[in-house]
């Protein structure tokens, strides 16, 4: 016998007998067979002993198999109570129910979570303007203090934040970075927004190179709404010393341009002086809004459970009731 | 014979048509349950077994050969059986010694070897090939029966048995070898070609 050769090469053997290999395949085992009289005596014994297993008689069934009308009836009901009417419909539901409940309370949690931001956010801002309104905080009363004093009060006040940065310039720095909120561009821009002669670069006299007159604002790109014009203002002024300029370029200071297409009325520096009472009330609102339709989703909720479970354990009621 | 219109008969309740394809492949599922099995009662329970089977499950085919489906229950139903036959062992058909070993000898088939239909010599044959398939592990016996008894091709072998085709070629090899080696002890009853050959080596 060919015991020499591997399962491998046997397997080969098997496969090359019943005409299984590839083309390729089939004529490396050719001419092996032509060269190996162990493959080849192998090839052979595996021939036989298919030979012998096709020779085994074809036994005939002793009788018939076929199912009865009786032998059926026994079997339909088992297969027909498996899948009862109902059964696919409630499954149905259940199913739909759930994607619905699971649905719900994603959209529950993510409304929470943006009403947690919303209360954080308003926490954070209103921090700023109570301190603003408690006249011993000395970093926001150069800021908000010009707003309630006289104009010419206000000129000199803010002169002096020019001359040196304020904390506040610092907080527009800041705010800046972190892209403040639409409600925080707001009170930038009001606060921007002063009486002629506030700060503005066109209202200094004879053109002093004012710190945010003549170099592009880099500080305040969300409270201008036409920063194209900064440098051309900045071309103009073509005495202004380089050195200047790039300071001015470097020194972020938030008062200094004011907005033409938006002229301020004396009133509104009483109305800003209620800006954070107002944008309070706001955010309240629209938590509470919020709030509404976060406390909608409960009863949704339960319902949606109520239906998925029900549905879900009557279907398999059902299908415990009739499995066979 | 169509065989897709009576499986969509079937399907639609049609019993006539279920039991034409009974009719047809009857004979195949019994000649496989008894390789298989060994055994004729046995084999005809698991035939009537398997076609009961195909019947309730018949929603579950998905096209495709409806022979190498309806061998699927069958073979499935044989491994029911040769499971139950390992948790209940019964008395082997081989006898023992006193040692308790077990005596394989061709002389003990040859000369109990039962042949009311068939020439004495052709029975001994049959029953000397019946005991080495016997002797095989279930899934060799599986792919060999199916392949080289029933005349079936691998891709159908394949789906018969839920195996890839590599998988049939190894276990085939192997079986056919284990076959070989197990026929060799049976020398008197084989053709006279398998003999030469034998004692050639």
């Excluded at chain 1, 009403?115 to 301190?131: D, G, I, K």
């Excluded at chain 2, 080696?181 to 050639?200: I, K, M, T």
Aim: overall charge negative; proline content about 8%.
């Amino acid at each position: 016998m060919s015991n020499q050769l591997s399962p491998k090469e046997w397997q080969t053997l098997s496969a090359y007998l019943d005409g299984q290999l590839s083309e390729r395949e089939t004529r490396q085992v050719e001419a092996r067979l032509r060269t190996q009289p162990d493959l080849q005596s192998g090839l052979e014994e595996l021939r036989h002993t298919r030979m012998l297993l096709r020779s085994l008689p074809k036994r005939r069934a002793p009788r018939n198999f076929t199912l009865t009308r009786e032998m059926a009836e026994q079997i339909r009901p088992a297969r027909q109570k498996a899948q009862p009417r109902f059964f696919s419909t409630l499954r149905l539901v259940s199913a739909f129910a759930s994607f619905l409940l699971v649905m719900t309370f994603l959209g529950d949690l993510a409304l929470q979570g943006t009403t947690n931001n919303l209360v954080a956010n308003q926490a954070r801002e209103m921090q700023p303007a109570m301190e603003a309104a408690a006249p011993q905080a000395p970093p926001t009363e150069q800021v908000f203090e010009p707003f309630m004093a006289a104009p010419e009060e206000a000129l000199q006040t803010n002169r002096a934040a020019q001359e040196e940065p304020t904390p506040g310039a610092e907080l527009r720095v800041f705010g800046s970075e972190i892209e403040p909120t639409p409600d925080e561009t707001e009170i930038a821009r009001r606060m921007t927004a002063a009486p002629p002669g506030m700060g503005g670069a066109v209202s200094e006299p004879e053109g002093t190179p004012g710190v945010g007159g003549g170099g592009p604002d880099v500080s305040t790109p969300l409270a201008t709404p036409a920063p194209i014009e900064e440098p051309a203002l900045a071309t103009e002024l073509p005495t202004e010393p380089a050195e200047f300029s790039m300071k001015a370029a470097d020194t972020p200071v938030p008062t200094e341009q004011p907005l033409p297409e938006q002229p301020q009325a004396d009133g509104q520096q009483l109305e800003f002086a209620t800006q954070p009472q107002d944008l309070a009330a706001d955010q309240a609102e629209a938590a509470e809004a919020q709030f509404d339709a976060r406390s909608l989703f409960r009863p949704v909720e339960i319902t949606l459970a109520v239906i998925a479970l029900i549905c879900g354990l009557a279907a398999v009621y059902l299908r415990l009731k009739t499995s066979p | 014979m169509d065989e897709a219109a009576l499986v969509r008969d079937a399907l639609q309740g049609d019993l006539d048509a279920f039991n034409r394809l009974v009719l047809a492949y009857q004979d195949m599922a019994f000649n496989l349950a008894f390789r298989m099995l060994g055994e004729d009662d046995a084999a005809e329970d698991a035939a009537q077994t398997a076609f009961i089977s195909a019947y309730r499950s018949l929603s579950s085919y998905r096209g495709g050969s409806f022979k190498a489906w309806i061998l699927r229950m069958v073979t499935n139903t044989c491994y029911d059986e040769l499971r139950r036959r390992q948790r209940r062992p019964t008395i082997p058909l081989e006898p023992v010694s006193e040692e308790d070993e077990e005596v394989e000898s061709p002389r003990w088939l040859a000369d109990d070897g039962p042949s009311p239909e068939e020439s004495a010599e052709r029975a001994e044959l049959e029953s000397a090939i019946q005991h080495c398939l016997g002797r095989l592990p279930d899934d060799f016996r599986e792919v060999v029966v199916l392949i080289d008894v029933q005349g079936l091709d691998y891709s159908e072998v394949s789906i018969t048995t839920g195996k890839p085709l590599g998988t049939i070629k190894s276990r085939l090899a192997r079986a056919r070898l284990r076959l070989r080696d197990c026929l060799q002890h049976f020398g008197e009853l084989l053709p006279q070609s398998f003999r030469l050959e034998d004692e050639a080596k």
